[in-house]
C-alpha cells in the first residue's frame, strides 16, 4: 500500500540533546513538508521541499533542521537549539509543491525529560 | 498571505443530531479550500476539498461543505452525527495563484474537537 510512514510513535529525549525522526513515503510525491502540533494552536509548517536536494524554511524553523537526499525520505533533527521541542510532529507529503492535496503521516509524538 | 479561523474551539452534540463546524478564511487571492479529520495520536486525514466547480463538496461519509465566496467560509456540515465521527477537524487554505514565494502553503485553522454523546 502507499503511503507515509513515520518513526518512531513515541520518543523521548533529555534536554541538550538532538534527535531526529523519520518520514518516508511511497508515493512518488516531489513535495514533503514538516509540521508542528501543539494543543489549540493548529499546525505549524516548520520546513518543506519541493524537490531533492532542496528545502526551505517554513514559519517556525529555528531549532530544527532537514535533508532531502531521496526522494522518498525527509528526515527531520530537532536539535538542542530549540526551546520547546516537546509537540506532536506532523510528516506530508503533496504530489507537486502547488495545488495539489497534501497527505499526512500519522505522526511522532516528542517529549522532552 | 492567507489566514483561517475556526470560530468554535469545541464542539459537543448528541448522536444523531445535526452539526455544523465553522470556517472562515482571509485571503486576497482566490483559494483552494479543505477539511482534515484527526482521531486521537492519528495524523490527519483528508475530508473534503474545494478547487472548483460546484460550490457544495461532499465526502463519502456523509460530510459537506460549502465554499461561499461572498462571505469568506467554507463551514462545515453533517445532518446526523454518529458516536464515531467525534475527532478534531481542521479547516485549511491555499492560495495556488499568489505569486512571490508562494509555494502552496497550507495555512492551518486552529482545530475543531467535534464530541458526539450518546
Known amino acids: 500500500d502507499g503511503g507515509i510512514t513515520q518513526s518512531p510513535k513515541y520518543l523521548f529525549r533529555k534536554e541538550g540533546q538532538n534527535v531526529t525522526l523519520s518520514c518516508e513515503q511511497n508515493l512518488n510525491h516531489d513535495a514533503m513538508y514538516w509540521y508542528r502540533q501543539d494543543p489549540g494552536q493548529g499546525l505549524r509548517l516548520i520546513y518543506y521541499?519541493?524537490?531533492?536536494?532542496?528545502?526551505q524554511k517554513g514559519d517556525i524553523a529555528e531549532g530544527y533542521s532537514v535533508s532531502r537526499e531521496k526522494k522518498e525520505s525527509f528526515p527531520l533533527t530537532v536539535t538542542s537549539a530549540q526551546k520547546n521541542p516537546t509537540a506532536f510532529y506532523l510528516c506530508?507529503?503533496?504530489?507537486?509543491?502547488?495545488?495539489?492535496?497534501?497527505?499526512f503521516g500519522p505522526g511522532t509524538r516528542l517529549t522532552v525529560l | 498571505a492567507q489566514s483561517v479561523t475556526q470560530l468554535d474551539s469545541q464542539v459537543p452534540v448528541f448522536e444523531e443530531a445535526p452539526v455544523e463546524l465553522r470556517c472562515n478564511y482571509s485571503s486576497s487571492v482566490s483559494v483552494y479550500l479543505f477539511w482534515y479529520v484527526q482521531y486521537p495520536n492519528q495524523g490527519l486525514q483528508l475530508l473534503l476539498k474545494?478547487?472548483?466547480?460546484?460550490?457544495l463538496v461532499e465526502s463519502i461519509n456523509g460530510f459537506e461543505a460549502e465554499f461561499n465566496k461572498s462571505q469568506t467560509s467554507f463551514h462545515l456540515r453533517k445532518p446526523s452525527v454518529h458516536i464515531s465521527d467525534t475527532a478534531e477537524y481542521f479547516c485549511a487554505v491555499t492560495a495556488p495563484g499568489a505569486g512571490g514565494t508562494s509555494y502552496g502553503k497550507l495555512t492551518f485553522g486552529q482545530g475543531t474537537i467535534l464530541t458526539v454523546h450518546p
Open positions: 506530508a507529503s503533496s504530489l507537486t509543491r502547488t495545488t495539489d492535496t497534501q497527505y
Open positions: 521541499s519541493q524537490i531533492v536536494n532542496d528545502f
Open positions: 474545494y478547487l472548483s466547480g460546484s460550490t
